[in-house]
């Protein structure tokens, strides 16, 4: 069974960066989808990125589009998300989570295990 560590997370003020890993044990880790999603107080669950088995292709939720950057080092099992220019509505628990790759990688339904979560919180 995969089991996923996230870290990185950290208070933080608006316009800083942040680097965010998620270490993968107990799989297959390189022929998975990785996969990044966030949830604020009383929201949904919210798509961040993912990055396919192979690292060669990348998808972004809107709101993270340009500033927000997802790689992966398959020989560590580590997946990382690089947060630019974070703004105070980038606060969030930031979870990473795995799927074997199959239909859309924009629902949270499609992901078979999930880290516990990171807390990321900037400040204005």
């Known amino acids: 069974q995969v089991q996923l560590v996230e870290s990185g997370g950290g208070l933080v003020q608006a316009g800083d960066s942040l680097r965010l890993s998620c270490a993968a044990s107990?799989?297959?880790?390189?022929?998975?989808?990785m996969g990044w999603f966030r949830q604020a107080p009383g929201k949904e669950r919210e798509f961040v990125a993912m990055i396919n088995s192979r690292g060669l292709i990348t998808n972004y939720g809107d709101s993270v589009k340009g500033r927000f950057t997802i790689s992966r080092d398959n020989a560590k099992n580590t997946v990382y998300l690089q947060m630019n220019s974070l703004k105070p509505e980038d606060t969030a628990v930031y979870y990473c989570?795995?799927?074997?790759?199959?239909?859309?990688?924009?629902?949270?339904?499609?992901?078979?295990?999930w880290g516990q979560g990171t807390q990321v919180t900037v400040s204005s």
């Open positions: 989570a795995v799927r074997t790759p199959r239909g859309s990688p924009w629902y949270a339904s499609s992901y078979d295990y």
């Open positions: 107990g799989g297959t880790f390189r022929w998975l989808d």
